[in-house]
């Protein structure tokens, strides 16, 4: 059974970290491509960050720049999402998501393989 499990969110207060991770099972996700993506009340789904099957291109969304960064742990067929400096604006549902061969771009209607979600509140 392909599943993705997300783990790692919570409540944070402005300025602080956190490290969501999205470990894959029956499927080997280390030749995928993966993104993490969000949602906030009332929003649209959005792509935060992705990353391409070869694990050499990243992409991420202009808001995260220099905060948010994507990592594959290949030994756990895993991926991480670390953020570091977060804002109320970053409050939301993240999802990660799978898919092959890489999307053209960095967005959820292009991925097919999808995890149930974490929360991510950041709020003093």
């Known amino acids: 059974q392909v599943q993705l499990v997300e783990s790692g969110g919570g409540l944070v207060q402005p300025g602080g970290s956190l490290s969501l991770s999205c470990v894959a099972s029956g499927f080997t996700m280390n030749w995928w491509a993966v993104g993490w993506f969000r949602q906030a009340p009332g929003r649209e789904r959005e792509g935060v960050s992705c990353l391409n099957s070869g694990s050499d291109r990243t992409y991420y969304t202009d808001s995260v720049k220099g905060r948010f960064t994507i990592s594959r742990d290949f030994a756990k067929n895993a991926v991480h999402l670390r953020m570091n400096d977060l804002k109320p604006e970053d409050t939301g549902t993240y999802y990660c998501?799978?898919?092959?061969?890489?999307?053209?771009?960095?967005?959820?209607?292009?991925?097919?393989?999808w995890g149930q979600g974490t929360q991510v509140t950041v709020s003093s």
């Open positions: 998501a799978a898919a092959v061969p890489t999307p053209d771009a960095c967005r959820p209607n292009l991925y097919d393989t």
